[in-house]
């Protein structure tokens, strides 16, 4: 019934539920007060859910990993990571073993906090209590090392994973090449993305796309092409973001602006839904050519698409 009331959204209904088990001398275990401090967090109650964790410890259940872990993960959702990094402390001052993915959900949301220092502590500490650090934390780092213009350091951490008997997925490739990209080392990053290849991993969209990015931000169309069709030989369907670094670079000169133009109608041929930015670097292209005067709808763009 508990579970039932969560899924429909009435914590309310649910939390009154739970202090009538605990009136009536019912006591809750650690799995009743898990279903409704998880469907707390879900739902961005993440003060109710903390409230509710402190009501556990005063009836006496001892809060587990897992609950902890929902704790932690709404928390650095909500990019509250001192709040965080607290009842991570707590859950070490109890003497209960954090497993692999607490310290993961921490690393990330440190990262995604940019305090990469912090995600290196943890990462370290993580070691050191002997958990088995999997691909997803190695990933979590790698990512922290690019955000952090660290890409020497990426790779070499990239090439250490083999020690912990761990293969590379596209992640760690389409980070650490993406890292290359933004830094307009283009040749670093084919590279990689050949090495990737080699090793039997298989590039996915965004790969594809931040490669394409790369090139085109250098002004190769060529390449960019040609690794546009490369990805499509592959399987691999481009997305939004794909088409709109096509449009956005080719509407930058009225010289180009028709491939633009072209690529805008082979994404709505291929039922990719442009977004916002598709629609602003179009038209912007179109003022810049016109300058600012009130233009006739371009082929295959109305309204209505």
Known sequence: LLKAYCKIKEYDIASKLLLQMVERGCKPDIVTYGILIHGLVVSGHI??????????????????AAIYNMLMSGLCKSRRFLTAKLIFSEMLDRDILPDAYVYATLIDGFIRNDDFDE????????????????????????????????????????????????VPDEFTYSTIIDGYVKQQDMTTAVKIF???????????????????????????????????????????????VTYTTFIKSFAKESSTLGKAVYYWELMLRNNCVPNEVT?????EGFLKKTSGKVLAEPNGFNEGQ
């Open 119 to 166: 995600a290196r502590k943890v990462f370290t500490l993580s070691i050191e209590k002997g958990v088995k650090v999997d691909v997803v934390h190695h990933n979590a780092m790698i990512k922290g090392f690019c955000r952090s213009g660290m890409l020497t350091e990426a790779l070499t951490f990239m090439n250490k994973m083999a020690e912990d008997d761990l």
């Open 47 to 64: 003060d109710d859910a903390i409230n509710m964790k402190v009501k556990l410890v005063d009836r006496g259940v001892s809060p587990d």
């Open 194 to 240: 050949r090495d990737m290849g080699k090793r039997k991993c298989k590039p996915n969209v965004v790969t594809y796309t931040s490669l394409v990015n790369g090139f085109c931000c250098q002004g190769d169309f060529k390449m960019a092409e040609e690794t546009f069709k490369e990805m499509q030989s592959c399987g691999l369907v481009p997305n939004v």
């Open 279 to 283: 629609f602003n670097c179009l038209l």
